[in-house]
């Protein structure tokens, strides 16, 4: 009875200081939610907008070089002079406008990740403090080595948290 009390004693303060970890998969929970979906929807809309408008910006520029080659020749000077400004002009907007479209393009993905980012963060850190987890280590983010039999995958946890199947 003494040695079990001893025992006892000891294993005690061991698992009291047990820790618990985990790990989650983001993008697997990312791809699954019906948010990022809609984003990848909406932004391939919007890129699409900015292709079709590029599109008839180059097809205008084409179309007045392709009159400027053929009767380029025989233009007086002040007519020529204006043609060629007009086709720099035209040149300098689609280059604009590229760069225009690029930013916000990348600025409209950028929002719309960061926020549904946030609500997995969020998310995450909710079942961390529901299980008395000290750390959840995200696989996606580069980490060598996860032993899975130490760490428990909180993965259908998070998605579950969300509302995700």
Do not use: C
């Amino acid at each position: 009875m003494k040695k079990l009390i001893i025992l006892a004693l000891i294993m005690l303060p061991m698992s009291a200081f047990a820790q618990k970890f985990a790990h989650v998969n983001s993008a697997v929970i990312i791809n699954a939610m019906p948010e990022y979906t809609k984003a990848r929807t909406d932004l391939e809309a919007l890129a699409k907008q900015y292709e079709d408008e590029l599109k008839r910006i180059q097809d205008e520029f084409r179309t007045k070089l392709e009159d400027y080659q053929k009767n380029g020749e025989t233009l007086p000077e002040t007519m020529k002079q204006r043609r060629q400004q007009e086709l720099q002009d035209l040149d300098t907007r689609m280059t604009q406008y590229r760069q225009t479209a690029e930013e916000d393009l990348s600025k409209q993905e950028s929002t719309k990740l960061a926020e549904i980012s946030e609500k997995v963060g969020k998310a995450i850190k909710e079942i961390g403090s529901a299980g008395g987890y000290v750390y959840i280590m995200d696989v996606t983010s580069g980490i060598p080595f996860i032993n899975e039999t130490l760490s428990t995958d909180v993965t259908d946890q998070v998605k579950a948290k969300l509302g995700i199947k």
